[in-house]
């Protein structure tokens, strides 16, 4: 995957970082789409415990899921990745290059042909699926609303279930108690809602 526009701002555009994609794209069943990238290109979709995969793990671990390691994440149908691909610059990032970042997330999730679950860490990932959506089918999928208030109503994109919820990486995942709470809850509600569509 190769970025062409240079018109993105509020982003390190030299720190441009995808996923890996050396695992079965089919066995895919959740994707897990967080806001960026971190500025060190080795923390991301790294098995080093980084403060981007501890967190991510510990969010796992807190939502009875028993992992040790991104390849156990991998291992239970789950792909981790970003709405935007290059790490940004201020605590921000502008719609605009959330708009246009969508375009290459669009492109990337065409990969997985049998997932089931989109979930959405933090604003920057709703806007950016938003976005998809409203390219596809004419209008939003996620209504403008605080992510706790719709959390536990059923959105749909195509046969695609959604769970909005909150950014499970970085510091302050370790100090907001009640987000973190509704992290685990929305990992195991997702994680179960693909275990019963596979019955």
Known sequence: MVCNNSSCSGIEKSGFLTPKWDIDCNKVKI?????APPM??????????????ITTIQAFNDAGLNVKSLQDI?????????AIKCPKIDYS???STIKICSELLESELKLYQNAKVYMLMGDVAISAINNIARRQI???VIP????????????MFGD?????????????YLIEKSKRSMIADDINRAFNYVSQKGK
């Open 31 to 35: 994707i897990m789409i967080s806001e």
């Open 40 to 53: 060190e290109s080795s923390a991301y979709f790294s098995e080093d415990k980084t403060d981007y995969m």
């Open 74 to 82: 991998i291992s239970l149908g789950f792909q981790i990745t970003t």
């Open 93 to 95: 990032i502008p719609s």
């Open 138 to 140: 004419g209008k939003r």
């Open 144 to 155: 403008n609303n605080s992510t706790y208030k719709i959390r536990n109503e059923e959105f």
């Open 160 to 172: 695609i279930r959604i769970f909005p919820s909150y950014l499970q990486t970085g510091k302050n």
